[in-house]
Structure formats: structure tokens, C-alpha cells
């Protein structure tokens, strides 16, 4: 797949690749040559309508006068997007946020209208101007067709979308249809991994208004959920970023308020209830938690996880909110923190963090130290670690100097909904946010730990090898010295284990990480912050040469915080996990990922509530699970029309399993059957 991507990018733009991508997922979901072929020719020719000489509030104005807008007549809500017309790019789109839709509920497009006008004249006052003109003409365009419709219901959806111009939501289901509205906008305009936020306290007054009124029951509320979830499902190929299914809606509930107690209601339950019914892969939920979380939630929450479809995706509010005022954020917004796509930590409408622009390779400096360095030299693990320092040092000023030259692409749609830009009257992409960082995950972590581990006992400790002795077999993949390589792979201290030298290895490395990034500041003048998870195991993987933890050339990398030792217990994973360092810049995302047997969780339900509830106070950060056995996995390959619904959890997201591609599914099987010990 790389070598296709470096082929087409060589003889056509990002522009064009991004057309043969999306018309490759098209396939891929519909397996019909003519109507791929049909679908491709028309997208080849509106892909990027609007021309790139127009400013972007005029480029949105003409966005959406041309998208064509087509009404259902069986869909509760109304979601509409044209999947062959988005904004031109000139620079790289901002994605991988959510904005507080509760801005929504609470502001008209008139509000919107005169809030702008306040503003002093500028192109940044014309361009929203614009663009909320641009909105009130979609929507009448969009009222139209519904009253052209067959729909029965077509006067009440009429009034909730007029509403939207001068008025507010009445309902919970209006509310619904509101937040839905802005959604289809933003991923209108180029916005992908477009997260929903927090969802049942937006909505809780709507909720609680129309169960006291009577208009709505407890079961209907859900049923309206049910459909929320299937209408935002719907277009996932399109949606879809790298993989199929990863589409960044995520939905975020729970969590810890100023006063340290922890929220949840109604609809925090209902949510969850809402998930495990319509079992799809997506949108995802995130539950935030803290140590009062209710027990009863947790059950709810586990009952949804061994279903398979891998979410709620658990954040420990116990640590992340300390880390994010240590960082910088105000203490005023740190309770009411999202995620991007996948976990990484953000304030929705107060942030451009851009949390997801690339990987640290932390593997990547220790290799090109062995294979630069005259090794003769380093006689001792002091010395050994001093130029992994130095290596570290440079490749990551250095890749921090490659992210420093993107350009975002102006965003007047984003810009309206994001403190800070209308009193500095700067676009979002120019740095208008409140807050302006840089997010960067971390993989092969646990690779490097290892190697480097396997290094100090084998060459520094027993002396069994020079390490340039030990250097050759690793350039030379191992080849002929398998019991080497299993020696290797099956160190019984390694990465993951609750073991003071192995977390003192790992805090060192992360240390030094972040006393080089806390000296960086990106191009907007906000800081960098890096993870130890990244959905990159694979993709990053593949140029680079083995390691030292028994990995061969190109072999995927750990994933995530987790442990390739088959015999290691999910406590001592927490226990671990639980004693990583993640103060300074060291809080983008840091998941624990366990690979379950469906039937232990099933016969062990209580105990893992309780393990879960212990884990929360033992300090874990994050915690996401993949609960499906490796026969099944196998199975599931071989037949795949057999198990065309399985759903598995892949990087922060999950998927059917049949839409991955053979490298996933095998690593998938692989994980699985060492953590039943058969492999």
C-alpha cells in the first residue's frame, strides 16, 4: 500500500490521492465495479469545487449554493452531505477536535450574525459574515427540500431547522436535530475526525424538560439516540481517515466537576444502553471516570465492552486533570476536556490542538545511533544511554522543525465557534484559539524499553557479547540465530511488567523526551505535548530495521501500553501503567489496551468490575479493550461472509474486522494468541 501511495504521489497531487483513496473505500463497501467507476468519474470532476482564489468565506457561500442536498424519507433526523464537493485546500485542513455543541443550542444564526458585527473591520469579519450568510441560504435550500419531500413529520423538522435561524431548541429531539445540523456542516467543509463532545450533559436539560412534560419517555429518548447513531454511521467509508471505520465521532460522557464530585445522569446510562444496542462500530464513547464513579455505570459500561464493539473507551479523570493544569489549560476548562479521535485530551471550542500530526519513533534514534556510532567506544550502559540522549535530542528537534512548516487551512466555519478568534479577529488556522498546541503520539515505546533492556543485561551485564558483535546480528535480521531472537523476544522482564527497573527505564526515556519538547514552541506559539500510544504500530513500522527486543525488519510495533508476555496478569499491566510519569508534556493520549477472551469476562463479571473500580484509583490513565477470542479471529479471516458484523477495536477506534486490511487482522490474531498462551 505504501509503494501505491509513493507511486501516485509521484505522478499526481495529495489532491488526486485523496480522490483515489475515497474511491478505493467506495469499493470496498459497495464491491460494485459500475457503480465505483460512476462514483469515481464524478468525484474526479467535483471533488474540490470551490476555486482556491476565492477567500474562504466566499468559498464557503458558493460550498453551499452548490451542494446538492437529497431528503429521506425514512431517517428520524435530517443529516445531509454531498460526498463530491468539500472546500479547496491550499494548506493541511484542521480535524481531530469537536466543538461544544452546547454553543449550538444556545446561540441563533441572528446571535451569531450580531455577535460578529460587533467586531471591527477586517477579511476575518467578512469571511464569517459570510459564511453565516452562506448558512442561512443552505438552510432555506434544505427547508425547501423537505417541503418537497414525502416526509409526514416535514412541518415539525421544518420548524426545528428555522428555528436554527432566530430561535432555540424546544426539545430534546430538536436539540438532537440542531447539534446534527453543525455537524454535517463542519464535515461539509473539510473538517474530518469531527467529535461530538459531551453529549449527555449538552442535553441534559432538553432530556430532563421533555420527561417531566411527558412528551417523552426514557425508552423513546433512547430510540432517538438509536437513530442519532445510525444516521451519524452511515457515511463511515467516506468519513473514514486511514483505515475504514476511523472516523473520529466520538461521543464523550462522565466525569469529574469543579468541585471534585462526579458527574453523570440519565442520559450517561443511556448512551451506553444506545451503543450496545445498535452495535456499531462507530460513533464510539468515551466514559470519563473517577473514583466515585458508580459502580452500576462500570457494569453497564463492561456489559457494553464484552459485546465486542470495544467502547466505552475508559479516561481516568484522577490523573488527566492535574496533567492538564500542570500543562497550562486554565482550571475553568480542564473539567469539561474531550478528546480527538482517539483519546488525546482537548478543550472543544477553546483549542486548535491538533493532537494527531504525527508519531514519535522512539525506536528511530536508537537505530540510527547503532548504525552511525563507532560502538567500540561505548564500553558501558552510562555511556550507552548518554548517545541515545543525544540521538533522541536531534531527531526529535528536528521532527518538530518538519511539523513547524504546516499551514493550516483557514476555517471561518470552525473560527465561529472558537473563543479567542473574535476578540483577536484571527482565524482559527492563524492561531485565533485560546489554546494552540501540538499533539504528538508516541509508538514503539515498549520496543525501545526492551531493546534497550536486552542491550544492559546481555552486553553490559553478562558480557555474552561485544555490542558490536550483538549490532551484526540485528542488521542481519537475526537470520541464523533463532534462539537469539526467541531469547530476545522472551526476556521475562520486559515492558509491561511491574518491575522497577524496567519503569525507571521507561520514565528516563520519557523524561528526556519531554525536557526536549518542553523547550519547543510550534508556529502558532503554543506548546508541543506527546503520548505513549499511537495508532502508528504498523504504519511506522515498516521502514524500520529490527531492534533489540527480538523485532525483525519491518515487524509491527507494541501496541499501545501494553504487554506481549502471555503469562503477565491485567493487574501488573495496571500496576505499571499506574507508575509511568506523565507530567509535563507527557499527557496526549496514554491507553492501556488489553486483549480479552470474551468468556473470562463472563465468568468473572464482579471481578472485573472490582479490578476495574481498583484500577481507577491505582492511576492508570487510559484503558480500552478488545474483547474477542482468537479462534474466532481466525475463523473470521478464513470465512469472512460468515462474520461479516464482528467489530473489533483498532487503534482508538473500532471496525468490522473484515474491512482491515491482512496486516491488521493478522497482528489482531497474533495479540490474541498469546493472550491465551497459545503462541
Known sequence: MRKIKDLVLKYTSKTRLAHVILVFRYHRKYKNIFK???????????????????????????LLSKVKINIS??????????????????????????????????????????????????????????????????????????????????????????????GYPKSFEEAIQRILFFNQLLWQSGHGLMGLGELDRILEKYYLNDIKSKKITRESAKNMICDMLHILHKLYWWKSNVLLGDTGQIIV????????????????YLFIEAVKEVQLPDPKVLLKVSKDVPRDLMKLSLDSIKTGIGCPLFSNDEVIIPKLI?????????????????????????????????????????????????????????????KYN????????????????????????????????????????????????????????????????????????DKKYTLEEFNDFRKNNFVGYDDLKSELKNQ?????????????????????????????????????????????????????????????????????????????????????????????HRFNGNVIDFMIVPSFIENNFDKMVDFLMLSIGLGFFQMQMNVVSSDTLIKAKANPKDYEGLIVRVWGFSAYFNELPLAYKDLLIERALKNEGKS
Open 36 to 62: 465505483t467507476f460512476v462514483f469515481g468519474v464524478k468525484s474526479l470532476f467535483l471533488f474540490y469545487a470551490p476555486s482556491g482564489r476565492l477567500s474562504k468565506g466566499e468559498q464557503a457561500k458558493k
Open 73 to 166: 424519507d425514512s431517517d428520524r433526523f435530517i443529516y445531509n452531505i454531498d460526498v463530491f464537493k468539500t472546500m479547496h485546500r491550499n494548506g493541511r485542513m484542521i480535524d481531530n477536535i469537536s466543538i461544544d455543541y452546547s454553543r449550538v443550542l444556545n446561540e441563533s444564526l441572528l446571535d451569531m450574525k450580531k455577535r460578529i458585527s460587533k467586531l471591527k473591520k477586517s477579511s476575518y469579519l467578512d469571511d464569517e459574515l459570510l459564511t453565516v450568510d452562506a448558512i442561512y441560504t443552505y438552510l432555506d435550500r434544505e427547508i425547501l427540500a423537505i417541503r418537497h419531500s414525502n416526509r409526514s413529520d416535514k412541518e415539525k423538522i421544518i420548524k426545528y431547522l428555522e428555528n436554527i435561524k432566530n
Open 253 to 268: 460522557l462522565g466525569g469529574m466537576t469543579h468541585d471534585k464530585k462526579y458527574f453523570c445522569n440519565d442520559l450517561t
Open 326 to 386: 500542570e500543562f497550562g489549560y486554565d482550571e475553568k476548562d480542564v473539567y469539561d476536556y474531550v478528546t480527538s479521535a482517539c483519546w488525546e485530551p482537548l478543550i472543544a471550542s477553546k483549542s486548535i490542538d491538533q493532537n494527531n500530526i504525527d508519531s514519535i519513533v522512539f525506536i528511530h534514534p536508537l537505530t540510527r545511533m547503532l548504525e552511525t556510532e563507532d560502538l567500540s567506544k561505548i564500553n558501558n550502559f552510562k555511556k550507552f544511554m548518554g
Open 390 to 461: 543525544e540521538y533522541l535530542e536531534e531527531y526529535l528537534i528536528n521532527f518538530t522543525n518538519e511539523i513547524n512548516q504546516i499551514i493550516w487551512e483557514k476555517s471561518p466555519v470552525l473560527s465561529l465557534f472558537t473563543d479567542g478568534c473574535d476578540k483577536k479577529s484571527v482565524d482559527i488556522g492563524d492561531g485565533g484559539a485560546i489554546y494552540n498546541n501540538y499533539g504528538l503520539t508516541g509508538v514503539s515505546l515498549g520496543n525501545t524499553v526492551n531493546s534497550i533492556y536486552n542491550i544492559k543485561k546481555i552486553v553490559f551485564d
Open 492 to 584: 521475562p522482564v520486559r515492558f509491561g511488567c511491574d518491575d522497577d527497573e524496567i519503569i525507571t527505564l521507561t520514565n528516563e526515556i520519557t523524561s528526556y523526551a519531554d525536557k526536549i519538547i518542553s523547550k519547543i514552541s510550534n508556529r502558532l506559539g503554543g506548546k508541543f505535548k506527546f503520548g505513549f500510544s499511537a495508532p502508528t504500530y504498523i504504519i511506522k513500522s515498516g521502514n524500520e530495521a529490527a531492534s533489540f527486543d527480538g523485532r525483525c525488519d519491518g515487524e509491527a510495533f507494541g501496541v499501545h501500553i501494553s504487554s506481549d508476555k502471555s503469562s503477565l496478569a491485567y493487574t501488573e499491566l495496571i500496576q505499571f501503567a499506574s507508575k509511568l510519569d506523565y507530567s509535563g
